[in-house]
């Protein structure tokens, strides 16, 4: 048979976790639909001088491959 202070503890943390729960969901009814906030304006073109278009002629330089920069740990 459980003790009598084990059942009060029991109930009380019973009483103390429905109010909670009641709480939480009271503010978040109360809180209602979300404010939409206004939209951004879209953003401006940028200027021509600042686009880089690719010159699919010019092939790409060897030195400056990634492959190149390969290093491995030497201490192992």
């Given at each position: 048979m459980l003790s009598r202070r084990l059942i009060w503890?029991?109930?009380a943390s019973g009483v103390v976790l429905s109010g909670a729960a009641i709480v939480t969901?009271?503010?978040?009814?109360q809180a209602g639909p979300p404010t939409t906030t206004p939209a951004h304006p879209a953003p401006?073109?940028?200027e021509e001088s600042a686009t880089i278009v690719d010159d699919p002629t010019t092939a790409p330089d060897p030195s400056q491959s990634a492959d190149n920069n390969v290093s491995f740990p030497n201490d192992i």
């Open positions: 503890v029991i109930a969901l009271r503010a978040a009814e401006s073109a940028p």
